[in-house]
């Protein structure tokens, strides 16, 4: 919150100034996309731009520059957790990190593969193995260690977040990691769904075509500012803003409708786990 919260107070700044991003990005001498996601909340600037910044937009109130430089500095504090890991984590990686951190409501899609959040240690291991290019033991290592505070820090009690996942069936059919390893996935899936601020559904293949042909996308939600959306490419995360994240809320709705409700789906859950033992 307070990385999109410094990103609302800039941008009001910079238009009561009568500057444009353009002024902005020629004077601190960084590209356009960069100081967008500053905007957005999903970019940082150091302690000097940030002062050469509100020079620049004509901001001479102390406590204002206090404040600002303070936010900026909180949200520094709260990556910080994962920043020893930044040589082997993507940026797009990074970029999620921050915003699930952010996050009041997460708004997850998927059409092939479990999400990471619901993830165990073990199939995560087997999807990670499996990743093209292929990544080296230390790697795999390190990223499992994330995952695992990643989801220790979203479902931390003194944290509520609303997440709402939808999975194709595909998701839970494929028996990744061995029988072993995916009936434990399942059981989490399930357990996890007791969780009052978790909401988890099914669209079941007999269900026919779904209307959406995302393969999957993320939307995040926030207490100040609009929502965020992240769809993963083979070359990286993509994400957007604005007008843009109402087309996944759009698909996100649609899917909601056409999956099986909760309690139907910890039902098709446990029916295919009992059957399988």
């Given at each position: 919150?307070?990385?999109?919260?410094?990103?609302?107070?800039?941008?009001?700044?910079?238009?009561?100034?009568?500057?444009?991003?353009?002024?902005?990005?020629?004077?601190?001498?960084?590209?356009?996309?960069?100081?967008?996601?500053?905007?957005?909340?999903?970019?940082?600037?150091e302690a000097a731009q940030l002062s050469d910044l509100l020079d620049f937009l004509g901001v001479k109130d102390e406590e204002i520059r206090r404040r600002l430089d303070k936010l900026r500095a909180d949200a520094r504090?709260?990556?910080?957790?994962?920043?020893?890991?930044?040589?082997?984590?993507?940026?797009?990686?990074?970029?999620?990190?921050?915003?699930?951190?952010?996050?009041?409501?997460?708004?997850?899609?998927?059409?092939?593969?479990?999400?990471?959040?619901?993830?165990?240690?073990?199939?995560?291991?087997?999807?990670?193995?499996?990743?093209?290019?292929?990544?080296?033991?230390?790697?795999?290592?390190?990223?499992?260690?994330?995952?695992?505070?990643?989801?220790?820090?979203?479902?931390?009690?003194?944290?509520?977040?609303?997440?709402?996942?939808?999975?194709?069936?595909?998701?839970?059919?494929?028996?990744?990691?061995?029988?072993?390893?995916?009936?434990?996935?399942?059981?989490?899936?399930?357990?996890?769904?007791?969780?009052?601020?978790?909401?988890?559904?099914?669209?079941?293949h007999r269900s026919g075509v779904y209307p959406t042909t995302l393969g999957g996308f993320t939307i995040f939600e926030f207490a100040q500012g609009g929502p965020h959306g992240c769809t993963e490419l083979p070359t990286?995360?993509?994400?957007?803003?604005?007008?843009?994240?109402?087309?996944?809320?759009?698909?996100?709705?649609?899917?909601?409708?056409?999956?099986?409700?909760?309690?139907?789906?910890?039902?098709?859950?446990?029916?295919?786990?009992?059957?399988?033992?």
């Amino acid at each position: 919150m307070r990385r999109r919260q410094l990103g609302v107070e800039l941008k009001t700044l910079r238009e009561a100034a009568g500057k444009s991003r353009q002024d902005v990005v020629a004077h601190l001498g960084i590209t356009e996309s960069r100081y967008t996601h500053v905007e957005n909340g999903r970019g940082k600037l150091e302690a000097a731009q940030l002062s050469d910044l509100l020079d620049f937009l004509g901001v001479k109130d102390e406590e204002i520059r206090r404040r600002l430089d303070k936010l900026r500095a909180d949200a520094r504090r709260r990556d910080s957790w994962f920043a020893r890991y930044n040589a082997i984590l993507p940026e797009g990686y990074k970029t999620v990190i921050a915003m699930e951190t952010e996050a009041t409501g997460i708004l997850d899609f998927n059409s092939v593969i479990v999400p990471g959040l619901l993830q165990t240690p073990a199939f995560a291991t087997t999807v990670m193995q499996a990743a093209l290019p292929p990544l080296d033991p230390q790697t795999i290592d390190a990223r499992l260690t994330v995952r695992r505070e990643r989801q220790d820090r979203i479902f931390a009690q003194d944290r509520f977040v609303t997440l709402h996942f939808i999975l194709d069936e595909a998701c839970i059919a494929r028996q990744v990691g061995g029988r072993d390893v995916w009936l434990g996935q399942l059981q989490h899936i399930a357990d996890m769904s007791d969780r009052r601020n978790i909401v988890i559904q099914i669209l079941q293949h007999r269900s026919g075509v779904y209307p959406t042909t995302l393969g999957g996308f993320t939307i995040f939600e926030f207490a100040q500012g609009g929502p965020h959306g992240c769809t993963e490419l083979p070359t990286g995360d993509l994400f957007v803003d604005g007008d843009d994240v109402g087309v996944f809320m759009l698909h996100f709705n649609a899917l909601r409708t056409a999956a099986l409700p909760p309690t139907q789906t910890r039902s098709v859950i446990e029916e295919l786990i009992n059957t399988t033992q």
